[in-house]
């Protein structure tokens, strides 16, 4: 049986769309705070939705994948907040990073994976650890966005006030 054949269209089409987001964020630019928070929000719901989606919106998974979110945005983001930041206006001006990139190909990667594994009907998607595990690697990961925009808007207001 050829499994490929079998896979939709639209994963790669958001694959590339990532990839295109993700280069655009490696060169330095302009944002506003609030686009940030959008493509943070955007991930967010891309990755809550793969927990649903595979594994049902339970306790477990749903508290797996908030306190892998929680303790990404409570304790990672100082390891996140892009550095270098600077005010422009209204704007901030932010270097180029490919952490954005990165965190968008593990969520794709991870929600993907877990698509698969439910195409094939595999028994690891009941078993505790994984699902716990899933969960909150999709958590973290949509975490940082929410920590590099928390930071953002932290700066951006700061320098407002300054």
Excluded: Y
Excluded at 57 to 86: E, I, S, Y
Excluded at 92 to 103: A, D, E, H
Excluded at 112 to 130: K, S
């Amino acid at each position: 049986m050829n499994t490929a054949a079998h896979l939709p269209v639209w994963p790669f089409a958001l694959l590339a769309v990532l990839l295109a987001v993700g280069h655009r964020q490696s060169r330095s630019r302009l944002v506003q705070p609030a686009t940030l928070v959008k493509l943070a929000a955007a991930m967010l719901a891309l990755s809550l939705f793969g927990v649903i989606a595979t594994f049902g919106a339970g306790a477990m998974p749903v508290l797996a994948w908030a306190a892998g979110f929680a303790a990404t945005v409570g304790f990672g983001a100082p390891l996140l907040a892009p550095r270098g930041l600077a005010r422009e206006g209204g704007a901030v001006r932010m270097p180029g990073s490919w952490v954005p990139m990165g965190l968008m190909l593990g969520i794709f990667m991870t929600k993907f994976g877990l698509g698969v594994a439910a195409g094939v009907h595999a028994e690891v998607l009941h078993d505790a650890w994984f699902i716990i595990t899933a969960c909150a690697v999709l958590g973290l990961l949509s975490g940082a966005f929410a920590a590099r925009a928390r930071a953002v808007h932290h700066f951006d207001r700061a320098a407002a006030a300054a």
